[in-house]
Every structure is written in structure tokens, then in C-alpha cells.
């Protein structure tokens, strides 16, 4: 047998509108572009030569021969998760979060970026300094407090 050839790919692929850059967000002839997109298509990359690798028709016949038009879903993440849910789409990518109950029935992908918490001020205030941000959270400095600070962190390092 010669090896597998594919038509058009079925995958039913989808990401949010193209307005979450650096993960989705459009390019200036309005394709499709951005971290997520670019995942996809490797991951896509992948799949393709392990399936052209071990000759398999069948699945072939499912992704295609190239990769599938990229769909996009308004709104936010849970509206992803509905499609993927009532069978409309088979794969989605915009950042949804793993929740117990979206692990009932969605399989996910293993985390390809960690974030932390941003803190973020309004723009209308002016730049807080250090100081002021101490201040909020712990108070007007004591001289008594701060002294008993430094001798404690002296004797530490003193006798440590």
C-alpha cells in the first residue's frame, strides 16, 4: 500500500475573536495570529507526521492534509466550552481554566503558560511611590518599630 493520502481536514477548530493578544489577535491582513494560533499549528505539525509516520488512512481522513480553518467563537472563554460541549467544535483554544466541572466532560491539554497575579492601579492616580504603598498597608512608620526591626534582623545575622 502507498502511503495515506487526506482530503480537507473535518477537525472543527476554534478560538475566541482574535482580541486577546499576545494569544489571539489578528495580523494587519487580518489573519489569525498570536501565541495560541501558533501552538495549534505545531501541535497540528506534530500530529501530521505521526500519522503519515504509521500510515494511518483512517485518521488522515479526519485531520486532512492540511490544517483546518480556524473558526472563532464571540465572547469569552464558557462560550468556547458550550460548543465544545454540545459537539459544534472538536477543539477550542483561548485560555480557558480547568474547573472540576469542565474536567466531567473536556479533555485538557497540559498548561503551556503560567501567570501570577498583576497588580494593576487606576491610570487616573499619579504614580505611587514605595513609601506610599507601605503606607497604605501598614501605616505611618514608628521609629521605635522600625529600630526594633533592624536590631532583630542584626541579631539574626549576628548569631545565625
Request: negative net charge; hydrophobic residues 40%; aromatic residues 10%.
Amino acid at each position: 500500500a502507498g502511503p495515506a493520502e487526506g482530503g480537507p481536514s473535518m477537525l472543527r477548530v476554534a478560538t475566541c475573536q482574535g482580541t486577546y493578544p499576545p494569544f489571539v489577535q489578528r495580523d494587519t491582513y487580518g489573519r489569525l495570529t498570536g501565541l495560541e494560533v501558533e501552538m495549534f499549528q505545531a501541535v497540528y505539525g506534530i500530529m501530521m507526521r505521526q500519522v503519515r509516520a504509521i500510515n494511518a488512512s483512517e485518521v488522515l481522513d479526519i485531520i486532512g492534509d492540511a490544517p483546518p480553518v480556524i473558526g472563532e467563537i464571540p465572547g469569552f472563554a464558557e462560550n468556547g466550552v458550550t460548543y465544545l460541549r454540545n459537539g459544534t467544535i472538536d477543539i477550542y483554544f483561548c485560555g480557558a481554566y480547568m474547573t472540576v466541572d469542565r474536567c466531567e466532560d473536556l479533555d485538557f491539554g497540559p498548561p503551556t503558560i503560567a501567570s501570577g497575579y498583576t497588580m494593576v492601579v487606576s491610570a487616573r492616580d499619579a504614580r505611587a511611590t514605595w513609601q506610599d504603598v507601605q503606607t497604605k498597608a501598614f501605616g505611618k512608620p514608628n521609629a521605635l518599630g522600625i529600630y526594633t526591626i533592624v536590631v532583630m534582623i542584626f541579631m539574626n545575622l549576628a548569631f545565625a
